[in-house]
């Protein structure tokens, strides 16, 4: 096969999850029905955030939903086009750039998480203090840090994916550009790219799920000690939502990482990457507005609002 520059080349191939024909506009409702209830749930929680609900759980739980919407504008728009053009192609510049935004965003909800955990941790375990420590200067640094990281980590992927050289013709076996799926289909030494891929995946992998944790074992402990049965479910009800969340995250990433490598592991990266980047984006809502009667109070409101403003 004739090796050459892929950005002289032309397009990669995405083959996404099927090539018969008669199931993909079944897929295509199903991937646009699941992104509109994304857009739509996460855009309904970050507004009625901005207007009723000003303390620091919340805001960090609209930066969350923020990053959700783009995680999962990442990757559907663009599966959507292909599964309803029948056209696959993706250009260089175009799966670059697709490949550093989903890296940002997902690794970024991580970091959310666990800033969310140490918001828990510092009501719990602190809770006369919680509005000293949580001022809003630190609540942007707890957001502004994570963001200035996850940047740079993407910044430093897609620069070393961007010096690679590919084969004509590549397909890849995803529904979207993804640093590994690349890889494989470079023609050049990807040895310097797998160690950066190594060492980003344990700091970044590392840090958010040991401060999450760490950040729960303070709060059980707190929690503990309390003496009334009615003041530990009081305590801890406030976490249930995020440590839901945070469940459906990361088990979904133990479940498919931790076993064994077999001849199916590209299909278990797809799942992954589905359930954390189009699924969970997507449950994350409800998740955080059933449970919880502040949430569905202000969404009433901003719902009322609307109404009234149309009559």
Known sequence: MERGNQ?????????????????????????????????????????????????????????????????????????????WTQNRAISFVGCLAQMYSFHLFGTTDSFLLAVMAIDRFVAIVHPLRYSVIMSPCVCGLLVGVPWLITNLQSLVHTCLMAQLTFCAGSEIPHFFCDLMPLLKLSCSDTHTNELVIFAFGIIMGISPLSCILLSYTCIFWAVFKIPSAQGKWKAFSTCGSHLTVVSLFYGTIFAVYLQPTSPASSQKDKSAALMCGVVIPMLNPFIYSLRNKDMKAALKKLVGKAVSSQS
């Not at 002289?8 to 409702?29: C, K, R, W």
């Not at 929680?45 to 901005?50: D, S, T």
């Not at 999962?72 to 663009?78: A, G, H, L, M, Q």
Request: proline fraction near 4%; avoid cysteine; hydrophobic fraction near 50%.
């Open 7 to 83: 950005t002289g080349v032309g397009n990669f191939l995405l083959l996404g999850f099927t090539e018969e024909l008669d199931l993909q506009p079944f897929f295509f409702g199903l991937f646009l029905s699941m992104y509109l209830v994304t857009f739509t749930g996460n855009l309904l929680i970050i507004l009625a955030i901005y207007s009723h609900l000003h303390t620091p759980m919340y805001f960090f739980l609209s930066n969350l939903s923020l990053v959700d919407t783009f995680f999962s504008s990442t990757t559907v728009p663009k599966m959507l086009v292909n599964l």
